[in-house]
C-alpha cells in the first residue's frame, strides 16, 4: 500500500505588529512535510496496538468485550503517544549514557515502543496472573479485532496518519525524518516545499504509480519493478526489471544450460548461444566420454587413440552430430569400418 501524499499546510505563525517584533521572534512560516512512508508505518503500528490493549484490558471479563473499551482507550492511546513524544527529548537527555543510551533512534521503533508500553499499562489482574500473554488464543483474538476494526471502519488510516506525523515530529530530534526548516514569507516556504527533500514525489519509471518521499528517489529507483535496465547476463536485451527473472532463466542467449553431452558426462554449463562452438571446441571430450560408455574394460590410453582413429575417419560426421545420441549412433558407424578397438597389453 502506498503511503497518503502529504498535503502541504501553509500556517503562518500570528504576525508581529512590527518590524522589529519580527526580527525578535524570527521567521514565522514552517515546513510541516515529513517522511510520510514512516508516518504510514507508524500509522499502521496503532491499530493491532490498540487491540491488543483492548483485549488485554478485557480478558477474562464477563462483562466487558474489546469493543466496548475501544473509544476509550483509542482516546487514552492518542492522548498517552503524544505525551509520551513531546517528553522523549526530555527523557533521552537525562538518560544519554544510561542502559538505553544504544537504544534505536528510528521514529518507527520508539513509537512502536511507546504504544507496547501503553499496551502493558492495561492490562487487567486476570492478564498480569494467567499465562494469558503467552496463549495462542490472546494473539487470535488481537488479530480477530484488528479486522474487526478495518471492516467497520474504526479509526482510518488518515486520522491515524494525522496522529503519526505529530508523535514523528516529536520524537525525530535529529530531523532525519521531517524538516523543521522556517521561513519569513510564504513565497519562501513555497519556493522551499519544491526542492524540500521531503516532498512527495512520483516515480518516473513508465507504468509506476509509486508515490514516496524525495530523499527516497534513489533508494526506489534501485529496486522499482518498472525501471528498465540491461539484462544482468549481459545479453543486448534492455527490460523492465519485473521481468529480469524470467527473461533470464527462459530467452536470454546468454543463460547457461547444461551441455547437450550431459547425459554421458560431460558437466560443463554453457551459455545458450555458444552451445554450437562448445560443442565444435570439446568434440574429443565428448567423444571420449562416449567411447567409454560402449568400450567400458578400455584403458584412457585406448580410448584417446581411437578418438584419434575417429576424427582421422570422418571429422565432418562426428561435427555434426549434435547430441549424445546421434554422436554415439556416429561412433558406431565409424567403428565398424574401423574394426575392433585394440586394447593395450597389460604387462604387469
Known amino acids: 500500500m502506498d503511503p497518503p501524499t502529504t498535503v502541504v499546510e501553509l500556517k503562518p505563525e500570528p504576525?508581529?505588529?512590527?518590524?522589529?517584533?519580527?526580527?525578535?521572534?524570527g521567521p514565522m512560516f514552517s515546513c510541516n512535510l515529513y517522511d510520510t512512508e514512516v508516518g504510514h508505518k507508524i500509522a499502521q503500528v496503532f491499530l493491532p496496538?490498540?487491540?491488543?490493549?483492548?483485549?488485554?484490558?478485557?480478558?477474562?471479563?464477563?462483562?466487558?468485550?474489546?469493543?466496548?473499551?475501544?473509544?476509550d482507550l483509542k482516546k487514552e492511546m492518542v492522548e498517552y503517544l503524544i505525551q509520551r513524544s513531546e517528553s522523549f527529548v526530555a527523557e533521552s537527555v537525562v538518560l544519554e549514557g544510561g542502559p538505553e543510551a544504544e537504544a534505536s533512534d528510528h521514529p518507527l521503533d520508539i513509537v512502536s515502543d511507546f504504544v507496547d508500553d501503553f499496551g502493558s499499562l492495561k492490562r487487567n489482574l486476570f492478564s498480569r496472573v494467567s499465562g494469558w500473554l503467552l496463549s495462542e488464543k490472546r494473539e487470535d483474538n488481537i488479530d480477530d479485532f484488528v479486522q474487526e476494526m478495518e471492516i467497520n471502519g474504526f479509526w482510518l488510516i488518515d486520522r491515524r496518519q494525522a496522529i503519526a506525523q505529530t508523535v514523528l515530529k516529536n520524537v525525530d530530534f535529529k530531523?532525519?525524518?521531517?524538516?523543521d526548516v522556517k521561513f519569513n514569507s510564504e513565497e519562501?516556504?513555497?519556493?522551499?516545499?519544491?526542492?524540500?527533500?521531503?516532498?512527495?514525489?512520483?516515480?518516473?519509471?513508465?507504468?509506476?504509480?509509486?508515490?514516496?518521499?524525495?530523499?527516497?528517489?534513489?533508494?526506489?529507483d534501485f529496486s522499482c519493478p518498472f525501471k528498465i535496465?540491461?539484462?544482468?547476463?549481459?545479453?543486448?536485451?534492455?527490460?523492465?526489471?519485473?521481468?529480469?527473472?524470467?527473461?533470464?532463466?527462459?530467452?536470454?542467449?546468454?543463460?547457461?544450460?547444461?551441455?547437450?553431452?550431459?547425459?554421458?558426462?560431460?558437466?560443463?554449463?554453457?551459455?545458450?548461444?555458444?552451445?554450437?562452438?562448445?560443442?565444435?571446441?570439446?568434440?574429443?571430450?565428448?567423444?571420449?566420454?562416449?567411447?567409454?560408455?560402449?568400450?567400458?574394460?578400455?584403458?584412457?590410453?585406448?580410448?584417446?587413440?581411437?578418438?584419434?582413429?575417429?576424427?582421422?575417419?570422418s571429422s565432418e560426421q562426428l561435427?555434426?552430430?549434435?547430441d549424445a545420441r546421434s554422436l554415439t549412433f556416429a561412433v558406431k558407424e565409424l567403428e565398424a569400418n574401423l574394426g575392433p578397438l585394440e586394447f593395450t597389453v597389460n604387462r604387469d
Not at 175 to 179: E, L, P, V
Open 15 to 25: 504576525k508581529p505588529e512590527n518590524m522589529e517584533e519580527a526580527k525578535e521572534t
Open 229 to 313: 535496465i540491461p539484462c544482468e547476463q549481459n545479453c543486448s536485451e534492455i527490460l523492465m526489471r519485473r521481468d529480469m527473472d524470467r527473461h533470464c532463466i527462459t530467452v536470454c542467449p546468454i543463460k547457461l544450460v547444461n551441455c547437450p553431452f550431459y547425459p554421458v558426462g560431460c558437466t560443463i554449463p554453457v551459455p545458450q548461444c555458444s552451445i554450437n562452438q562448445h560443442c565444435t571446441e570439446n568434440l574429443q571430450t565428448h567423444l571420449l566420454c562416449i567411447l567409454k560408455l560402449i568400450h567400458r574394460e578400455a584403458s584412457e590410453e585406448d580410448l584417446k587413440k581411437r578418438v584419434q582413429q575417429l576424427e582421422a575417419s
Open 175 to 179: 530531523n532525519n525524518f521531517h524538516c
Open 319 to 322: 561435427v555434426n552430430a549434435c
Open 49 to 71: 496496538g490498540l487491540a491488543t490493549a483492548c483485549v488485554d484490558n478485557t480478558s477474562g471479563d464477563l462483562f466487558r468485550s474489546p469493543d466496548a473499551v475501544a473509544v
Open 188 to 220: 519562501e516556504l513555497a519556493a522551499h516545499v519544491l526542492l524540500c527533500k521531503f516532498r512527495t514525489v512520483n516515480c518516473a519509471n513508465e507504468g509506476c504509480s509509486a508515490l514516496f518521499c524525495a530523499s527516497h528517489l534513489e533508494q526506489h
